[in-house]
């Protein structure tokens, strides 16, 4: 029987640098992530955290290494820090869940099963009834649901979550703590979160690597 | 196609469509514009979405470039295709590589190769009046309905349904990378290639479009029917249709004025299109106060 010891972690990074203009926004960072586990990074603005979950998502040309060692499908969630839009964009909620849900085009229509899913997933981040509403005039933290909606589906391996908590009020950052908390718990979702919430990291994550200039100052 | 002109005229004198369509000239123009609005009304709130209104209007002064270069390389003065889409299609292919790598804005870049394109069309232009009237260049320049063949009918047709498949193809990946680059490359969308591939949609619609709308006025009708449909639009789907209405109307009825007034067909069309684009602007004012 093959020890736990011997299970390679979901995601090893060695020595990952990242230039640009010469300067290094990240100076040989190696990280170990366990599946299964919550890995948060904090650091102070400009530290890389950003940076470094761009080139885990492969959007960003960097020296080193990144390994994935995937178990099941590889399907990786993401949650932006940002995600602006447009005020007069008439792109609504049920558009939005309906583009990497449907094959037809969306502004030909939201089929019933791509209809079931949207609401199955609103449902699951307390948003039910919003399907019509905009996206470009949903709140801060109605936003982040969706976004958190989208990437929950399919069910990801990773989940790579951009100051999450970002904007959310005292209500909404308890319940996506809970959603995360839950996450963790089933063991099925491996987790890698930047964040600048301190005291809801020290509850949540399993490990955290603390990012200073672009190196790693402590994990 | 006589037959088809014919029947056409035959309704008209039987007092079933109005009597300008007894002319062919005309029942050309207006399919035209049936097979334009949705080509250049679906493109057109992609555009607006992806914000490529400029790279719009830089592309018509690039046509207006591939024209001079055709009729200099000895194409027919009434169809300097083999010009047009050469020249766009570099020039589309030269603006998204250097985009994607330089490190100005977007906007700069793209204002780099107008300037460019335009200077070079000025210089060739004038080369040409050594071989053609200008005048004769200037249905390009503004459109004419006059000039349209049975040939560029086709043509129309043919890349209008090319660019349809294409474009029903990757739609959803294209308004999700509009949306976010980094959520939708999650998602599997390649946005390199996506960017590439709307990029030179984009220019065989407005090459094809040029006989009726003008290489100078194209940029109105890719932009301002997704500017007008933002205005009344609710969900995609009615942004799409929408676009397409307005596209369609601002098309039929620039047509009509430009038969009636003897103007150019792509000065009558961008002023239906503002008109338009007023009036939705209206409403949604009155929508707003009344929701207020």
Redesign the interface.
Known sequence: MRSEAAVPPLVEIDSLTIRRHREALLDRVSIRVPHGSLHAIVGPNGAGKSTLL?AL???IEFDGRITLNWRGDGA???V?QT?P??P?????V???L???R??R?????ISAAARAKAAALLSRVGLSGLE?R??AVLSGGELRRV?LA?ALDPEPELLILDEPGSGLDEASAQWLEDTLAAMKQSRRTTIVMVSHDLERVRRLADDVTFLHRGVVAAQ | MTAFYAWFADLARRGLLPSDFQYPFLIRGFLAVLVLAPILGGLSHLVVTRRMAFFSAALGQAALTGVAIGLLLGEPLNAPYGGMFGFCLLATLAMVYVKRRATLPPDTLIGVFHALTLGLGLCLLVALTRQFNVHQVESVLFGSLLTVTDADLLMLVAIGLLVGVLLVREYNHLLLDSLNRSVANVAGARSIYLEYFFAVLLTLSIVVSLKIIGALLVEALVVVPAAAARNVAHGTRSYLLWSIAVAFFAGAGGLAVSTKFLVPTGGAVVLAVSAIFFVTLAVRALGSRHAV
Not at chain 1, 105 to 109: D, L, Q
């Open positions: 761009l998502l492969g959007q990786v969630g993401y932006p995600f839009i447009d007069t964009l008439p792109v609504t049920i558009d939005f309906a583009l990497t449907q094959r085009p969306v502004c030909f229509g019509r905009p996206l976004l989208h």
